[in-house]
């Protein structure tokens, strides 16, 4: 029987309406769901093909331990007895710390499964937490906590009434517009403002898909944004083009900001980002004249070493010409959930890593400290680690150091759908649900919407019999070692009652689980037009819930600094600026030429999703784009095997000429090189590509964020075999 289940996708932040045709358990067709009052219509081919996960051919589904060289398929009492006995034998010995947890970007698309799994931490009682902000958005937790008074809050891009959109490092043509906000449509949304004479400038060292639609491009030099966003603050403060009564009234530190910018010379900015000063001018003037603007600043900016400043920077522009909480600029939404107050509540302890000694980002430690704390003996070292929804050899620096200590630990457990390249080493494979397979009410990021939204997805289909949600590893796990979820004496006590009384009354929702917390959440949630939302309004809004106009005149209110004013110049940032004001002009070490430049691709998702036929037919991999001008002079023709190398290692790849990057950058996607392992067979991995973070030091990180230089390392390339050697 064909059955039509409304849902949506949690691959990416747009979050679009699904429509999910289902026969007898399986998915026959995903289309996007017009009756989607928010979302729908950012539908892509990844959503549409999203059953070719579900459907995997290698797919975990049953819990797999590690036998010799091989695995063999357990059931999970088996597997939660196991991990357990080892994981109190290694706390025993080397204390809290010794258990360890790196968790990915999909773990953000269920709060159950974060939810639990720092339930499960705090049991155990563990600092050592991985996770990929380090990779990806820590630069703005960083910046939203010493300017906003909280890691999570982030304004939300008011597009629609948007006139000059200043992108930088950002590519949401390909990406869609996400990165910690969800605005579906929103590159759509944004051509149609151009449409209506909105400008649209890119800042970005590659000539993207979003660059080429732009009224203007600036090929900034990577890692440079910072100098080019102090430069344009300079320009808008010397000039007296800032917004008097914002800077008056919202802001504090416009004395401190001033002095920094007094300090910095235009012509050495614009040196240091290799752009124009009459550019740079022009889009200062641009910017600050136009009646509605935003700056967006996303990984581009942020996978630097100097990330934060520069993401900092992005922060003052849109504040000191008064784009904060008015039409155009960027709104904060309350959401139903107030996730700030939660997360206040919550008050995460603080704490230093062992070996580096550098505190907490948003909960968690760097992911390039993580292979020395494998390694280095002595007490707290990790001798288990779980990887939750993550592939940290690709997605992190120096992915064959992360390896190489994986290698050595006691007890490595992956939680993922199919094995990849970080789960080589385990010794437990845990399977997983996909969200096709999974309700989750994102309740604890309603406030990254860029209209009050409220969706509950569904699961289209039941997962395989042995497949369990993220949530329920981590509660047994806790059970089974007999220590206090979330810390607090008396929850197992509760869940296990819960479990007892679910089986006798035969009703599986009376266990403790993401249905209760779910279910509290909405009965104590924000009124909405001066209405409670009751759980059975959820249920009733299969297609998803718009909930009221946007608003302003939350921001204020809603942040989290003592004085309720933006701190525009925290002292740390403006130390740090100066710090790199006093560095000599960024220039190329002589044997490493070249900066490596980073793409994402449309049909991949970071490390997943290469491997399907529906999205790759191809099946082609990986090559590297090389400017004309540097191919020239390497000698290297469209086609050729290059080797692309650095301190830390080596690729080597098929080049492809292009005048994409701007000279002297070289790009690879990253997500490649991740082969999936057949653990139940003895079939050959598959693999497509190399993996370009290889080539990333993970020693040097931004000291703010603790990110490595992500898409800025220095390279050399070089000829390894041409492709028509007879013409040479
Ligand atoms: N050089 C460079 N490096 C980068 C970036 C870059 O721009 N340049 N981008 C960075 C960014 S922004 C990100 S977000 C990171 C991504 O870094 P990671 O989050 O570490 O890696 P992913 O590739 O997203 O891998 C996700 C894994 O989770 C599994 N998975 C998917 N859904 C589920 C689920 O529901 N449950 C479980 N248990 N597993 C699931 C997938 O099969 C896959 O193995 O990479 C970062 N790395
Ligand atoms: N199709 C697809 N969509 C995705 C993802 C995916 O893997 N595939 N990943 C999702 C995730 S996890 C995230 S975090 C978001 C990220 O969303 P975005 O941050 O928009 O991601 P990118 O498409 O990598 O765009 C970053 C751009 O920054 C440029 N850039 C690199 N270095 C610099 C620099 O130094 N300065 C400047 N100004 N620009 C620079 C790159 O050339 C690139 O065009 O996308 C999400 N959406
Ligand atoms: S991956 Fe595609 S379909 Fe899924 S939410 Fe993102 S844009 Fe929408
Ligand atoms: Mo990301």
Redesign the pocket.
Known sequence: MTRTVHTFCRYCLASCGLEVTVADNTVVKISPDKQNPHSWQDFCAKGRTAAEVVDHPRRITAPMKRVGDRYVETGWDEAIADIATRMNAIVDAGGPDAVGAYYG?PAGYSSSNLMFMNAWMDAVGTFNRYA?GS???NAMHVVAEKMYGSPLMVPVSDIDHCDYFLLVGTNPAVSAWN?VESVPGGWRRALARREHGATIVVVDPLRTETAQRADMHLAVRPGQDWALLLALVKVILDEGREHAQDCETLATGMTDLRELVATADLDDLARRCDLPVVEIVSVARGFAAAPRAMVVTR?GVSLHLAGTVAEWLGHVLNVITGRLDRPGGRRFEPGYVDALRLAGLAGAKPHLSRLRGRDLVAGAHALSELPDEITTAGRGQIRALVINSGNPVISGPDGAKLDRALAQLDLLVAIDLVQRESHRHAHWLLPAVHWLERDDLLAFTSNLHDEPYLHYGVRAVQPPPQAREEWRIFVDLALAMNRPLFGASGLNGLVRVSRRLARLTRRPNVEFGPLWVNRLLVATSRKVNGRRIRWRDVLAHPHGWVLGPREFGHFRTALRTPDKRVRVAPPEFVARARDLLAEPSPQAPAAYPFQLGNRRRRHSM?SWLNDLPGLHPSGKGTEVLVHPDDAARLGIDDGDRVRVHSPVGAVQLQAAVSDVPRPGVVVIDHGWGSRVFDPRGDAEPQAYGVNRNLLVDGDAVDPLSQTAALNSSYVAVERVVSAAPAQR
């Open positions: 970007n990929v990779v990806d958005q990165w990984t970071n």
